[in-house]
Structure formats: C-alpha cells, structure tokens
C-alpha cells in the first residue's frame, strides 16, 4: 500500500535500520577484523586501526546517502484494519458485456481460448430460475472468502489469505497438486499446464502452478482498485463496486446496508467477499 | 644425481600441468571467457554490489515473502524493480532472451553454474508499459482509509529488532517453518 506523505516519516525512521544492520554484519565484519588486529605488533596497530576506523567512517556514510532515500520510501502492507470485498449488481451487468473478464485478462496476461484447461480468473455466467424463467448474467471470479476451502486444504501453505481478506496462490510453494481446484465450490481456479513466456512483469504465472483472481493485489498495493471494477465503471454498466467491508463509512458498506445482497452458495457458509445484489 | 635435471625437469612440468587451470583461467580473461556482466542502468546498485553479490538470494527470498504475503511491495527493492535498471534492449532492438548470457543475471549463474527458474514466471524485462499504464488509471481514496500509523510503526520495529539481533526474518509459511 502506497502511504501518505504523513506515515513515511513514522515507517521510515525503524525500517532504515535494516540497511545499516545487513551493512554493517555483511561488510564491516567486526568479529574477523578483532582476529586479523591480534596477530600484528603494537607498533604498526595503530595503521590498522586508523584505516578500521575510516572504514567505519566512510563506508557507512556513503552508503546512508546512497540508501536512505530508499530505506525511507518503505509500504505498509496488508492489515487487518481492512477486509478487501467486491459489491456487484446484477441488475447493472448486461449477458452481452464482458468488459470485465477483458480487462483482467490484458491486467493479468492471461488468455481463455475456450479450451477447457485455459485459465478463468473471471468469466461471465448465466444464472437462471428454471421453474421461473428468471435469469441473471454475472461475473464469478475468486470469491476471497472468509473461511477459504482452498486455504484448508492446501498442504504445502501455498493457498492463504492475506491479512486483507484477499485469499492467494503463493506459488514459489504451490506444488500444482489441484487440491484447491476441487475444494473451490465456485470453479474459481485454474491451473496452468503449458509452459508460458511474456508474463506481465506485475503478475507472474507459470507451468505447474494453480491460478485465481488476485483481486488485482499489485493495484490494491499500490492504492489502485481491481482492473475489472475500473473497466465496468468506464465501459462497462457500473455494476461492481471495490472498498473495504470493515469501514462502516465505505461506499460497498453503505450500499450493503441499504440493500439485501446474496452470496453465492451462501449454504456453505464460507463468508465470501464477493457479494451479488439482485440474485 | 646425473638425473637431476631430469627429476627437475619431471618437476617443473608437474607444476605447470597442475596449475594448468589458474594459467587458463588467467589466460581466458583476456579473451572473455570470464562474466561479461551488462551494465546497469541505475547509479547504484539498492544495496552495496559486493553485499549483493554475496546476498541477493537472500534478499529477493525477503522480498519475495514481504511482497506477496504481507503485501509490502517496493518499487527499486523488487525482482520487476532488478529488471528494470540491470535489462535492457540489445543492439538489433530486442531484450536478451533469458537463457542467454547477455541476461543479466545469467551472466554469473552460466559461469558459475547455477540454475534458476524464476523467469519460467516472472518476466525478464522492464516493465516500463506498466509504470506508464498506472500513472494513468485512477487512484483508489478507500485503500489509504484504516492504515493507522500505528500498525505501520510496529510492523516496522518488530522487522527491525528482529534484523537487529542479526537475525533473517523466519517465515511464517508451514514450508519455511519445518526447515
């Protein structure tokens, strides 16, 4: 999360401590540099101890100026102060509008071309009453739920939820084992089985490895909104709405107190994140 | 002792086939064997180049915990931020494919014989289209609500005391947590 001005003074001053430490452990060596000075005569110490000295003096120095202003520019991260949730209204999203889906793919880099092993972070669906001919065209995607199955079965740590609500593939330790695919009741993952080449620098995916909507968690840490509710609300009906379910003031909470919004497969009480108004 | 010379001689060429390697070695440095590392296109490096050279692998394995489980994510201080300043377009145009030596990081893995695999993901290039795309899409007001300055500062002073006690941070995945 990228911070005010305000909060780069209070998180900069403790985290610059970390560059003088890694500096100080890896390059000074005081420890070797005691060693190296027992062996050598009184006369000549104080040649060793004056070049120690400005060592310490001069190494350190340069390096501050040099990484200060990096140590200073520290993000905050994700807290559990906030709960990332989607609000979407159905009545908003039309069968033949799928900008949603579009932008998440070109954000994202990936590509559906209808073969059934192609990823699906976000796809359209029809949801229809057959007893009553009702019918509703939606964006299912990754629900990011509260009690997450797939993060109950994943038994490498590789599926987890950040503390902002937002549930992810870790997959540096994702063995590609699938357990999350079959445990998702919203088919929200995927899994990738051919070998890939120009990812987008911003989200990394690779053979071997289980995929999902991120919720666009690069943007979020960068105090963006998703990339599909921005396209819904400028090409789109401007049906979703992104903010965080733990602010009463929040517009997604505000609109959800208003109005009944349903979760899907609400049965199986897994408190997703993802609400749909008009279901 | 009329085999002196020969027993020298026997000597010296043991010595020049087992120093073989250094002479070689030394030899194919004039001729380029050794790493051509691509220049950088920042003015330093974001730690000390020979703290990097040792430790980078240390430090993208903290960034890489930082940025994708606890969202701390940094601009220069991240392998798209690496990408940035040390790739960049060769002579005919294009960016050096990632198995070859003019890549920067394989500059040292070939020669040393090191084998990684994070660009079977992660991507080799700049990411310059990016950092134009999101100066132009709008910013959020809600993610800067509920970050109090509090849980920054001691996020913040728990990483250090803990790298202050000359420690790495432990993660906190199963994974890590058994080794």
């Known amino acids: ?279 | 002792m009329r085999d002196r010379p020969v027993i020298l001689g026997a000597l010296a060429l043991l010595l020049v086939i087992l120093s073989a390697p250094f002479w070689r070695g030394a030899l194919a440095q004039t001729h380029g064997a050794s790493p051509v590392i691509p220049a950088a296109k920042g003015a330093h490096c974001v730690r000390p180049v020979a703290w990097m050279r040792k430790n980078h692998m240390k430090l993208l394995m903290r960034l890489r915990y930082e940025a994708v489980h606890e969202g701390i994510r940094h601009k220069e201080e991240s392998l798209p931020g690496c990408m940035n300043c040390h790739v960049s377009r060769l002579a005919d145009g294009k960016y050096p494919s990632v198995t070859s030596r003019k890549f920067f990081c394989n500059a040292c893995h070939d020669y040393v014989g090191v084998r990684i695999d994070c660009f079977s993901c992660h991507s080799n290039r700049p990411d310059v289209p990016y950092q134009a795309a999101e100066a132009m899409s709008r910013t959020l007001p809600v993610a800067r609500e509920g970050r109090a300055a509090t849980v920054v500062t001691a996020r913040a002073a728990r990483a250090s005391s803990a790298l202050s006690q000359g420690q790495e941070r432990r993660w906190s995945s199963p994974l890590w947590r058994s080794q």
Request: aromatic content about 6%.
């Open chain 1, 1 to 279: 999360m990228r911070k005010s001005p305000g909060e780069n003074s209070t998180a900069g001053k403790p985290r610059r401590g970390r560059g003088e430490v890694g500096e100080g452990r890896n390059l000074g060596q005081p420890a070797e540099r005691g060693r190296a000075e027992a062996g050598i005569d009184e006369g000549r110490r104080w040649l060793v101890g004056a070049a120690a000295v400005s060592a310490l003096v001069l190494a350190p120095g340069v390096s501050l100026i040099a990484y200060a202003e990096a140590a200073g520019r520290r993000a905050a991260g994700a807290s559990s102060k906030t709960r990332w949730g989607l609000l979407i209204d159905t009545t908003k999203c039309k069968a033949s509008c799928s900008v949603c889906v579009a932008a998440c793919s070109s954000y994202n880099g990936w590509k559906n071309e209808g073969r059934p092993t192609d990823p699906q972070w976000i796809r359209k669906v029809q949801v229809s009453d057959p007893k009553t001919g009702f019918s509703r065209s939606v964006p299912v995607m990754c629900q990011h739920c509260g009690n997450a199955p797939c993060v109950e079965v994943c038994p490498t740590g590789a599926s987890f939820k950040r503390a902002d609500g937002i549930v992810l593939v870790d997959r540096h330790i994702c063995i590609g084992c699938r357990f999350c695919m079959m445990a998702c009741p919203y088919k929200a993952r995927s899994f990738i089985s051919e070998n890939l080449t120009n990812q987008k620098p911003w989200a990394p995916r690779g053979k071997g490895t289980v995929e999902g909507c991120t919720l666009c968690v690069p943007r979020i840490d960068a105090g963006k909104i998703p990339a599909c509710v921005e396209a819904c609300s400028r090409e789109g009906g401007g049906a979703m709405t992104f903010g965080n379910l733990k602010d009463p003031q929040s517009a997604i909470r505000r609109a959800l107190a208003e109005y009944p919004a349903a979760q899907l497969r609400a049965d199986l009480m897994l408190d997703p994140g993802v609400r749909y108004r008009g279901l």
